[in-house]
């Protein structure tokens, strides 16, 4: 709410506060030049567009919580979005860090790793899902290049059959290097269209069946 024009540094694309100075990402940078450029561009940044005073605490989380219900972002509060700063700058490198010491991490370990809100640790684990940095299998967040992704897993279950002739799952969850668990639903879904068969504990193509 305080936030002025000169302590805005587009050139250097930071914003300059007394007691640290903030990297602007690439959303923000824009949208201050933008804003800065339709405006006067001195006093306080942001302001009533009727007053042209500062917005007050209640007016500013008035709105930014419209912004977040028309974002599609209902359950997720101002104090996640001030947590997400940090969350980048060390989250993910925290989150890597787990992930190479352990196979796989869910939601509720990240939660506890970086001390967050649910929506928080779903939303991060998302955005890196999305970036390539992980692969989701399932409740399970694996890092992007130590697992089968899962738009290949019945391919590749499908190749190693007709080498091997069948597979017990344990054998399925070393090719596809996930948890033996998670490839109970996916063998399932493949015998019930008919691709595979299970015989006891064995899994073979529906062919040599």
């Known amino acids: 709410m305080a936030l002025t024009w000169d302590q805005v540094d587009l050139e250097g694309e930071a914003l300059c506060l007394p007691d640290r100075r903030i990297a602007l990402t690439s959303g923000v940078y824009h949208v201050l030049k933008d804003w800065k450029a339709a405006g006067p561009g001195s006093g306080f940044v942001l302001t009533a567009p009727r007053s042209g005073q500062p917005y007050d605490r209640t007016r500013l989380s008035k709105l930014v919580r419209a912004a977040l219900i ?62 390539g940095k992980l692969t989701q299998v399932g409740a399970r967040y694996y ?30 969850a070393r090719i596809l290097r996930i948890d033996p668990r998670q490839c109970r639903p996916i063998l399932q879904k493949m015998v019930a269209r008919g691709q595979i068969v299970q015989k006891r504990q064995r899994y073979i193509l529906k062919k040599e069946a």
């Not at 969350?87 to 989150?95: L, M, P, T």
């Not at 899962?150 to 007709?162: D, G, H, M, N």
């Open 70 to 131: 028309r974002g599609g972002l209902d359950d997720v509060t101002l104090r996640d979005l001030r947590l997400d700063c940090d969350i980048r700058v060390g989250g993910e490198n925290q989150i890597v860090s787990a992930l190479r010491r352990r196979q796989s991490i869910t939601r509720n370990e990240v939660m506890d790793l970086l001390g967050v809100s649910k929506t928080t640790a779903y939303n991060r684990l998302k955005q890196m899902v999305r970036r």
């Open 143 to 172: 890092l992007h290049d130590a697992v089968v992704p899962p738009e290949r897993q019945e391919a590749v279950i499908l190749e190693y059959l007709t080498k091997e002739g069948f597979a017990y799952r344990q054998d399925i």
